[in-house]
């Protein structure tokens, strides 16, 4: 099995893309269809994640995530999620909790966290532009204001450097 995400996150995030664009219908039905408390599998999400943001393009998928993300943050912190420390000092906890069996190469890892800062690492499938749209909402829905989200790759893997106050 290579993974399975709950429907309340699958929903969240690609039902926000899928409603802005028309040329999915196929997506939407399914999405519309899932039920917040059931598994499905990770490979459709990053599949859809990937052909929704060649669709939109990375400023609308990073806005939509950003969105999203805030909305769903109310999820996160039922799971214990419930500060800026707790999300970002281990992110990968996160990831676990949200994706059951997630693929090892999908893990996002905190390398470094401050009060006021992060990096983070990866390898994962999903587009750049959901990432940092992720980060944003989560941060801002603790109140926070972003002031650098930079991202430097290195090979196969990203390294997102976070800012806030």
Known sequence: MSGEIQ????KAILGSMTAAS????????????????????????????GELQAALGDRAVEAIAQRSAMR????????????????FGNF????????????????TRTVSFTPLAAELET???LP???LVGTFRGLLM???????EARVTTRGGTRRFSLRWM
């Open 22 to 49: 028309s040329r999915f219908p196929q997506h939407q039905q399914r999405i519309n269809s899932m039920r917040d408390d059931t598994w499905y599998a990770w490979e459709d999400y990053v599949r859809m994640t």
């Open 141 to 147: 829905g603790f109140g926070k204001i972003v002031t």
């Open 72 to 87: 769903t943050l109310p999820l996160a912190r039922t799971l214990g999620f419930d500060s800026v420390e707790k999300v």
């Open 92 to 107: 990968d906890a996160l990831l676990h909790a949200m994706v059951r069996d997630l693929p090892a190469a999908d893990s």
């Open 7 to 10: 429907g309340a996150w699958f």
């Open 123 to 125: 390898q994962s499938r």
């Open 128 to 130: 750049t532009s959901l």
